[in-house]
């Protein structure tokens, strides 16, 4: 793939677009929290304006020049709106569809970077030449992979934000007036292209959807954040770039081999929660994209319009059915297997060869077994399932026994046995770090008020004594539900349970200051990324009283959180004490 003006201009273009992205993803969880669905969101909203920009990039380039200069400065000084962000929440909406409406700011100028490619694709002499495509998808890999490790360690989101708008106008108002394509300047579409394919529709929304899964689970599980994000987000990226440089058709059977024996090995093999499984989730999600975009790129023609439209289409109804549909018909996240099973299995298949079939054959039969047993074999102890933006809940009971267990994703929150109220809970027993502060603040205060962000099950207040009080913020009303429907510890009278973000309940909230505050949230294993910041920690100690104590649930099975936390309490001017027994 020859390097031309063109083709920088796409990539640089794709490149500002994904870290605008990222930063929009970023700039929505003090409001939304650190849940995988505020990503799917703000995933699904620049695909829609991929859309926007692919159907309307025909016209545009067919306008005379004054006018089409004219809408790309309209649309690159717009990113300037992007610096008013946020809008006020509309409350009236479902609450899937908020962060969109929140990010409309954001729109006009991701208009304007993504009509690039289709754009000069237009000017090009030889349609069926699709290496600006796969020049264009490689500058945003690279702008993607550039914001989490060069961008987001050294910038806060004011300096992203203005870098982000300024750059992006200053592309549309010079780098594209001057070179799109010219009235007549574009080759019609030869007779009989005016169709699209039906892989130009189902092959990207596959793809799309599978992005949204993989990323699911890695933030159930990791953390949420510009990282975790961008991991499945780069082998999207990845595999068009590969696929759209050459001819990859001969590799589509090994291919979905490999994610077939991934998906049996992480069913089977490895430890929950472990990095050897994240690393078989991406590899079984990254070989399904994989398949989809090589079978999609042995069906690109000269209808370069029909083939950009569709494909930006098929990608947002993709995206739109994870984010719109799937939590409310789904109690589990079930949608990973399915979609990588059907997907490597059917692609696979109709690209092997004959000695290859049957050993993908055997292997797809093999990890659909393997998929449907560890579904069955999770449900068997649990009373009470439910599927929220935040996650997915469990309540298990241990037969013959009093004992319940909370579980978010694969991650045990609280536990109490009813037969035996004294035992030891899963958390915060006297023999832990925060037991042993617990117990001597208990001898120098009368009473003592405590603020939990987190709620799982109450377990703290099986600690207390009956003069103190706690207040309790969490984000996912379901999680209270739960707690108050199959757990006691919320049975207690000065106890109260606030819904909302923890950072912005305790910013918001008029007056009060607490002797404890208590940072637990969590999506499975991850703790959201938004509550261990600079800002985040100057909000807990507005509301912490002199004296008081801040403690942090730092334990994750991916992510060595003692660092940030040793940070966080250098920047506050606190000392910090750790327990590594708990």
Known sequence: MKLNYQKLIAATAAGLAFQGELMAGKRLLPQFGGAASVWCGTVLFFQLAVLGAYFGCRRLGRMEAKTRNRILAALGLSGFLTLAFPLPVLDWLPPELQPLAMLLPFGGLALGLFCTTPLLHQQQADRRDFSIYAWSNAGALAGLLAYPFLVEPFTDLTTQNWVWAAGGSLLCLLALRDRAAAPGVSPPCPAGLGRTRWQWWVLPGLSSATLLATTNLLSFEASAGPLTWALPLALFLATYVWAFSGNRRASCGPIATLGLLALIVSHFIVEKRSTELLALVLVAGGATMLACHVWLAETRDENTHGFYTAAAAGGAMGSAFMVLVIPHITDGPVEFPILALGTLSIAGFRWSGRLLRPILSTAAVVAI???????????????????????????????????????????????????????????????????????????????????????????????????????????????????????????????????????????????????????????????????????????????????????????NGHVELLPVAEGLARGLGLGCEYDKDG
Not at 480 to 498: G, Q, S
Not at 499 to 514: C, E, M, P, T, V
Not at 516 to 526: E, N, Q, R, Y
């Open 369 to 555: 077994g393997s998929a449907v047993a560890a579904e069955s074999s999770g449900r068997a102890r649990e009373v009470a399932r439910a599927r929220t933006l935040y996650g997915c809940w469990r309540v298990t009971r241990e037969p013959h026994t009093q004992r319940y267990q909370l579980i978010n994703n694969t991650t045990i929150h609280a536990e109490e046995d009813r037969a035996n109220p004294r035992a030891a809970t899963t958390y915060y027993g006297p023999e832990t770090g925060f037991g042993k502060w617990l117990q001597e603040m208990k001898q120098t205060h009368p009473a003592l008020d405590l603020a939990v962000v987190g709620l799982g099950a109450g377990t703290i207040n099986r600690w207390l004594r009956p003069q103190d009080s706690i207040t309790y913020y969490e984000i996912d009303a379901r999680a209270e539900d739960l707690a108050r429907a199959w757990f006691t510890y919320l049975r207690k009278d000065r106890c109260r349970v606030l819904i909302g973000d923890g950072r912005k309940s305790l910013q918001n909230q008029a007056g009060g200051k607490f002797d404890i505050i208590v940072l637990d949230a969590f999506t499975g294993d991850a703790i959201p990324a938004h509550l261990l910041t600079r800002e985040a920690g100057a909000v807990y100690l507005s509301r912490l009283k002199e004296g008081g104590l801040l403690a942090l649930h730092i334990t």
